[in-house]
């Protein structure tokens, strides 16, 4: 069942005996408990609710530090153009290192800010924080026993498939991918950019994929690999991110949690 992929790898563990990991499809999972917070779609710098979307950015900051995150994971579409201030930008950026835990961004199709050659931002790297950056898919471990892996959004066209190339699962810990489209069967969707097929999917040998671009909280999951749409930051009464504990006995779960905002000049 895809809710408990952790507990044969704790049980291998438990038996201390890893030459007797049946399958590379098992082996590497597991590890230290973790919790992570998956955000997506905060589209900061939205030129129609500017207030609210950083008063749910500084929520979603408090949440990570309420449920002592281990990490937080942002699947793109962090702001909404390229045409945000440098100030917030800055402010975001800083606000993100001052949260303390390990972060790492996906650039989405809206992140032209991040992905733009000639943009000042593109590049960017703060102790804390990371942007994926490679055109193939780039891999990082912001935390003990967690690998991270993403592909960014360069084009957003049908041909580019944000799941693609994912690499092998590391010998260990806990192997996390992050992916900015949307997900199709194959026959939905086949003219806009970015899918995410169910095959993909169910082929993905990962604990967990963090998705972003679909505004709405919601259990994709098509394989073994635990997969959700956290919600977007700013959706009504649905904004949403996503906590997401790994756990060697219990395994993969996930939950959503509300973010408040205010919106003062909307
Ligand atoms: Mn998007």
Redesign the pocket.
Known sequence: MASTPGVESSKERASGDREAVPSTASRGRGGRALTLLHAA?LHIGHHAHPDAVLSAFKSMLEISRSIAADAILVA??LFDSAAVPSWVVEYVFESFEGAGRPVVILP???DTLLTKRDSPFHGLVTPNVRVLQGDAGETLSPADGLTVWGRPVYEHIPEFHPLAGMPRRPEDGWFVAMG?GLVSDGTQFRFRGSPILHSELAAADCDYIAL??VHTYRNVTCGAAVAYYSGASVNGNASTAAIVRLDPGAGVTVQPVAIPYVATRD
């Open positions: 779609d793109g579409d989405g199709n809206h900015h972003g671009h």
